[in-house]
């Protein structure tokens, strides 16, 4: 089973809201991610954690806030989003060790507007 | 700056025809090569890893690396309508990050 599930599949926020995205993987791996992906773009790499433990900040606005409250839940608070916000956010999981390799697998994604 | 480039294309093919779509990258020390399929308005799908030069299959799928090149590319064989998205290729830079750099991505259309 190679699932990542996240909700919601749609989040319309105003600039002052707060919301959570979620995701949850069930495939034992100890490594989780978040992306931003903007239309016509590659994912945009934000936020790694391995081992529960953040490991990884590529500079992202302190609005975007992750928490990973166990080894199968990440999810990602927003706080006073900007427009310029709205993309599709990818959660994906892999192993968070071993030799040769791994394979990111990703969730079906959030697709937020901001308004 | 570590690059993984890709022609945008689109890169339109005849049902039935092999296509090729070709990935280079900046980095001598980078181990892990992947191949993500995504449809229009969904998210990554993978369908390829490679870490050794040479060639991997997988059903119609080819993998080629060549890392003194630095190139690394797929094969589709028999395209099919269905295999009209877009392919990024994903590369691990092999520092240990745990973070992979993706290509722009090539548009495939496959003609019927």
């Known amino acids: 089973d190679t699932e990542v599930t996240q909700t919601p599949k749609h989040l319309v926020m105003g600039m002052t809201n707060k919301k959570s995205l979620k995701c949850e993987q069930h495939?034992?791996?100890?490594?989780m991610y978040w992306y931003k992906q903007k239309a016509k773009k590659p994912p945009e790499l934000m936020f790694v954690?391995?081992?529960?433990?953040?490991?990884i900040n590529e500079s992202v606005p302190s609005r975007f806030s992750p928490e990973c409250p166990n080894s199968s839940l990440l999810n990602l608070h927003l706080h006073a989003l900007q427009p310029e916000d709205s993309a599709l956010y990818l959660c994906?999981?892999?192993?968070?060790?071993?030799?040769?390799?791994?394979?990111?697998?990703f969730g079906p994604g959030t697709r937020l507007t901001v308004t | 700056q570590k690059e993984v480039e890709q022609n945008s294309g689109p890169l339109s093919v005849p049902e039935g025809a092999i296509a090729s779509l070709n990935c280079t990258y900046s980095?001598?020390?980078?181990?892990?090569f992947f191949w993500y399929r995504q449809y229009s308005g969904k998210s990554p799908e993978l369908i390829m890893s490679?870490?050794?030069?040479g060639d991997k299959e997988d059903g119609r799928f080819t993998a080629q690396l060549n890392k003194a090149s630095q190139y690394v590319s797929l094969l589709i064989r028999d395209s099919q309508p269905s295999d009209s998205a877009t392919y990024l290729c994903?590369?691990?830079?092999?520092?240990?990050?745990?973070?992979?750099?993706f290509g722009s991505g090539t548009r495939l259309q496959v003609q019927p």
């Open positions: 994906a999981s892999s192993q968070a060790t071993g030799t040769g390799g791994y394979e990111q697998y």
């Open positions: 495939m034992g791996h100890r490594a």
């Open positions: 954690y391995s081992y529960e433990k953040l490991s």
């Open positions: 980095d001598r020390v980078s181990q892990s």
């Open positions: 490679i870490y050794s030069n």
């Open positions: 994903a590369v691990d830079p092999g520092t240990g990050r745990r973070a992979l750099t």
